[in-house]
């Protein structure tokens, strides 16, 4: 099976691929055949310069804001900002980590747990990083957007997320998903968004800010309630920032005000600095419990190593790599939301791609993969399988099994 890779973004709902990726070893075949093609041929034309950034500072970073959206966003490592966006009243919570086409589970386990014998909260807050990111707004207003969420991940092809043409600062151009996004998030989602944010639900967003190399929150039923044009475009921006791949997908700018003058930020890929996110760390390990009854947590993901011998080649060491790491990071960030979860009495359940799970993926974006993991995840939902363990065995030895 796939592994999660820093590598890519997907799915109507995007994030990092595998380390075994047929996507980075075709997009590693294409290079190659440009370049045969490069010495035969004329040469490609330069490509046109990006627009220069008006230059700013960190003083300017540290006051930047969003004009007309107060609490818009805060800084993701700051504890005390982000209490002031809580909900007054505890509730429970639930968070949605990245994970590229695997997101696919996360949508199975949420339509699957609508039908469930205990149905499915009403969320208190809910929050998404990459894949999650997407998948967050639909979960945020409820069940009668499961129908969506199934269409997201079970007709989706990579010709909706991707043309492949390589711009200055990546190596695809990620026009068809800023397409799928502006299609999916409309007013009208917007303005239900912002009601239930007037009723003290809150929907949070994870960007990392190049410039400021720091976790960004963002507010999205503060900018849903704003309800302007500029705060649909800006709703649309997040979320595929949040999908940003480096060097696959091009960041987003975001424009800001800071100390008088307009100033344009680079955001990407939330995944960079929180593999899903509940909460800055200082207030995990601090003594004031956060307003949650419950904590779930949907990883998009196995959380075993899975042995594959390693293709000798820039793409699958690489891609290899940074899917170690990235799991790696998961489990790091398990551990560290359960040991909080204890010393605040919050009752924690995770749910995850179950190692038993072990249907072939044939190349980039399968169809038949992703029904077939959807379906895996909405069985775990229905049946309550999926939250049935408190935090997952984490073992560093994993699977021998290869595929």
Same mark, same amino acid.
């Given at each position: 099976?796939?592994?999660?890779?820093? %590598?890519?973004?997907?799915?109507?709902?995007?994030?990092?691929?595998?380390?075994? *990726?047929?996507?980075?070893?075709?997009?590693?075949?294409?290079?190659?055949? +440009?370049?045969?093609?490069?010495?035969?041929?004329?040469?490609?034309?330069?490509?046109? +310069?990006?627009?220069?950034?008006?230059?700013?500072?960190?003083? &300017?970073?540290?006051?930047?804001?969003?004009?007309?959206?107060?609490?818009?966003?805060?800084?993701?490592?700051?504890?005390?900002?982000?209490?002031?966006?809580?909900?007054?009243?505890?509730?429970?919570?639930?968070?949605?980590?990245?994970?590229?086409?695997?997101?696919?589970?996360?949508?199975?386990?949420?339509?699957?747990?609508?039908?469930?014998?205990?149905?499915?909260?009403?969320? *208190?807050?809910?929050?998404?990083?990459?894949?999650?990111?997407?998948?967050?707004?639909?979960?945020?207003?409820?069940?009668?957007?499961?129908? &969506? =969420? #199934?269409?997201?991940?079970?007709?989706?092809?990579?010709?909706?997320?991707?043309? &492949?043409?390589?711009?200055?600062?990546?190596?695809?151009?990620?026009?068809?998903?800023?397409?799928? @996004?502006?299609?999916? =998030?409309?007013?009208?989602?917007?303005?239900?968004?912002?009601?239930?944010?007037?009723?003290? #639900?809150?929907?949070?967003?994870?960007?990392?800010?190049?410039?400021?190399?720091? #976790?960004?929150?963002?507010?999205?039923?503060?900018?849903?309630?704003?309800?302007?044009? +500029?705060?649909? +475009?800006?709703?649309?921006?997040?979320?595929?920032?949040?999908?940003? @791949?480096?060097?696959?997908?091009?960041? !987003?700018?975001?424009?800001?005000?800071?100390?008088?003058?307009?100033?344009?930020?680079?955001?990407?890929?939330?995944?960079?600095?929180?593999?899903?996110?509940?909460?800055?760390?200082?207030?995990?390990? %601090?003594?004031?419990?956060?307003?949650?009854?419950?904590?779930? !947590?949907?990883?998009?993901?196995?959380?075993?190593?899975?042995?594959?011998? !390693?293709?000798?080649? @820039?793409?699958? =060491?690489? %891609?290899?790599?940074?899917?170690?790491?990235?799991?790696?990071?998961?489990?790091?960030?398990?551990?560290?939301?359960?040991?909080?979860?204890?010393?605040?009495?919050?009752?924690?359940?995770?749910?995850?791609?179950?190692?038993?799970?072990?249907?072939?993926? #044939?190349?980039?974006?399968?169809?038949?993969?992703?029904?077939?993991?959807?379906?895996?995840?909405?069985?775990?939902?229905?049946?309550?399988?999926?939250? &049935?363990?408190?935090?997952?065995?984490?073992?560093?030895?994993?699977?021998?099994?290869?595929?």
């Amino acid at each position: 099976m796939l592994r999660i890779l820093a %590598g890519f973004a997907v799915g109507l709902m995007v994030c990092a691929l595998a380390p075994s *990726s047929p996507s980075l070893e075709w997009a590693s075949a294409q290079a190659q055949v +440009k370049k045969k093609g490069e010495k035969k041929g004329p040469q490609p034309k330069e490509l046109p +310069k990006a627009p220069e950034r008006a230059p700013f500072t960190v003083d &300017d970073e540290a006051t930047a804001e969003i004009p007309g959206i107060p609490n818009a966003r805060v800084w993701g490592d700051d504890a005390a900002a982000f209490a002031r966006l809580l909900p007054e009243t505890s509730g429970p919570w639930l968070a949605i980590s990245g994970g590229g086409s695997d997101g696919a589970y996360g949508a199975g386990v949420l339509t699957g747990w609508t039908n469930s014998s205990g149905g499915r909260p009403d969320f *208190s807050v809910v929050t998404g990083v990459s894949i999650g990111s997407l998948l967050a707004p639909l979960a945020f207003l409820g069940p009668r957007y499961d129908e &969506d =969420v #199934r269409k997201s991940f079970t007709t989706i092809t990579a010709a909706d997320i991707f043309e &492949d043409r390589v711009l200055r600062d990546s190596l695809f151009d990620h026009w068809p998903l800023r397409r799928q @996004i502006e299609q999916r =998030v409309t007013p009208k989602l917007l303005a239900e968004i912002a009601a239930e944010h007037a009723r003290g #639900r809150r929907l949070f967003v994870v960007t990392t800010n190049l410039d400021a190399e720091r #976790r960004t929150v963002w507010n999205m039923g503060a900018i849903a309630t704003k309800g302007d044009d +500029k705060a649909l +475009k800006l709703f649309r921006d997040i979320l595929l920032a949040s999908c940003a @791949i480096p060097g696959f997908f091009s960041p !987003v700018a975001i424009e800001v005000e800071a100390n008088g003058k307009k100033i344009e930020e680079l955001h990407n890929d939330g995944t960079l600095t929180a593999p899903f996110f509940v909460a800055p760390e200082a207030m995990l390990a %601090g003594a004031t419990r956060p307003p949650i009854s419950q904590l779930y !947590v949907i990883v998009n993901s196995k959380l075993s190593p899975e042995f594959k011998m !390693v293709p000798q080649s @820039i793409p699958g =060491v690489l %891609g290899y790599s940074i899917g170690t790491a990235l799991t790696a990071a998961l489990r790091t960030q398990i551990l560290l939301v359960s040991a909080a979860a204890q010393r605040h009495g919050i009752p924690l359940r995770v749910a995850h791609v179950d190692p038993a799970f072990n249907f072939p993926q #044939r190349g980039t974006f399968d169809g038949k993969y992703m029904q077939a993991l959807y379906d895996f995840g909405v069985a775990a939902g229905k049946n309550g399988s999926a939250f &049935d363990q408190a935090v997952p065995g984490i073992s560093m030895r994993g699977s021998s099994t290869a595929q």
